[in-house]
């Protein structure tokens, strides 16, 4: 076999990459042979090995697969789960219907989390400029847009989700795992919006898993990035199940409903 197939190295320097290395009969990830990771590190920790280039601790692996677990699905009401639904059934393969999915997932549907590190961020540094983290809260939201990322929900008056994420994180927090700014950040402004609102805002599951994705050092981007890949996972399980009901070009309403008209 040929080895000159670059023999200037402009090529591999071009493509240089940290996260992988492949040639013939070996593939490693962040280092690793693929063979030793394969039947002993769980997905979770793969995850975390991919973007962070280290395995996380056994705590640390647990409390972001909590939260991955937390964001995996919310019913077809929301955009990603009904298109990947109505993309099953126009022909197109799973592959296609998934991306569909995803591909909504942006700054209103899918971005909360990321814009509520943000904002966790930007109170932990009013905090470093001396005010107290009641005041940066209030001060961080009086600034931010009127939807406060993280808190309220349409749906629901208390999130369920909220509670035991915010429980692990606690507990992570007295166990010495993570410590515990952007946790004090994100009940802070949940305290404002509950005392300084005529009905309280309570956090939903944006703001407690951007609270452990920030708490576990992943950078506001990628609470986004990770909720995707939690996401996806209920989008492949919608849109396998939608290709299996014999439906065609499935709509976003009944076909009995005429949409109304404008003007």
Same mark, same amino acid.
Not at 191 to 211: F, K, Q, W, Y
Not at 251 to 260: K, L
């Given at each position: +076999?040929?080895?000159?197939?670059?023999?200037?190295? &402009?090529?591999?320097?071009?493509?240089?990459?940290?996260?992988?290395?492949? &040639?013939?009969?070996?593939?490693?990830?962040?280092?690793?042979?693929?063979?030793?990771?394969?039947?002993?590190?769980?997905?979770?920790?793969?995850?975390?090995?991919?973007?962070?280039?280290?395995?996380?601790?056994?705590?640390?692996?647990?409390?972001?697969?909590?939260?991955?677990?937390?964001?995996?699905? @919310?019913?077809?009401?929301?955009?990603?789960?009904?298109?990947?639904? +109505?993309?099953?059934?126009?022909?197109?393969?799973?592959?296609?219907? +998934?991306?569909?999915?995803?591909?909504?997932?942006?700054?209103?549907?899918?971005?909360?989390?990321?814009?509520?590190? %943000?904002?966790?961020?930007?109170?932990?540094?009013?905090?470093?400029?001396?005010?107290?983290?009641?005041?940066?809260?209030?001060?961080?939201?009086?600034?931010?847009?009127?939807?406060?990322?993280? =808190?309220? @929900?349409?749906? @629901?008056?208390?999130?369920?989700? $909220?509670?035991?994420?915010?429980?692990?994180?606690?507990?992570?927090?007295?166990?010495?795992?993570?410590?515990?700014?952007?946790?004090?950040?994100?009940?802070?402004?949940?305290?404002?919006?509950?005392?300084? $609102?005529? %009905?309280?805002?309570? +956090?939903?599951?944006?703001?407690?898993?951007?609270?452990?994705?920030?708490?576990?050092? =992943?950078?506001?981007?990628?609470?986004?990035?990770? =909720?995707?890949?939690?996401?996806?996972?209920?989008?492949?399980? @919608?849109?396998?199940?939608?290709?299996?009901?014999?439906?065609?070009?499935?709509?976003?309403?009944?076909?009995?409903?005429?949409?109304?008209?404008?003007?």
């Amino acid at each position: +076999m040929n080895a000159i197939v670059d023999p200037t190295g &402009e090529v591999g320097a071009w493509w240089a990459t940290a996260v992988s290395h492949m &040639e013939p009969g070996i593939v490693e990830l962040r280092g690793r042979p693929v063979q030793e990771l394969i039947g002993t590190v769980d997905l979770t920790s793969m995850i975390w090995l991919m973007l962070r280039g280290e395995l996380p601790d056994a705590a640390r692996s647990a409390l972001l697969q909590a939260a991955l677990v937390a964001g995996v699905d @919310h019913g077809p009401q929301a955009p990603s789960i009904a298109i990947a639904r +109505m993309a099953a059934t126009c022909g197109v393969g799973l592959n296609n219907a +998934m991306a569909s999915g995803v591909n909504v997932l942006g700054d209103a549907h899918g971005g909360a989390g990321e814009q509520c590190v %943000r904002l966790l961020d930007e109170v932990l540094r009013l905090e470093r400029d001396g005010l107290e983290i009641a005041e940066a809260a209030a001060t961080a939201v009086a600034a931010g847009p009127k939807y406060v990322p993280g =808190f309220g @929900h349409r749906f @629901h008056p208390r999130d369920p989700r $909220r509670d035991p994420l915010v429980s692990l994180a606690e507990q992570a927090v007295r166990d010495g795992v993570v410590p515990g700014d952007h946790l004090r950040a994100g009940l802070a402004v949940e305290e404002h919006l509950r005392s300084a $609102r005529s %009905r309280p805002v309570p +956090m939903n599951i944006d703001g407690a898993t951007a609270i452990i994705y920030a708490e576990l050092g =992943f950078a506001a981007p990628l609470a986004r990035g990770l =909720f995707v890949l939690s996401r996806s996972i209920g989008i492949l399980a @919608h849109a396998w199940e939608e290709s299996g009901s014999g439906r065609r070009n499935k709509g976003p309403v009944p076909r009995s409903i005429v949409p109304a008209r404008l003007g």
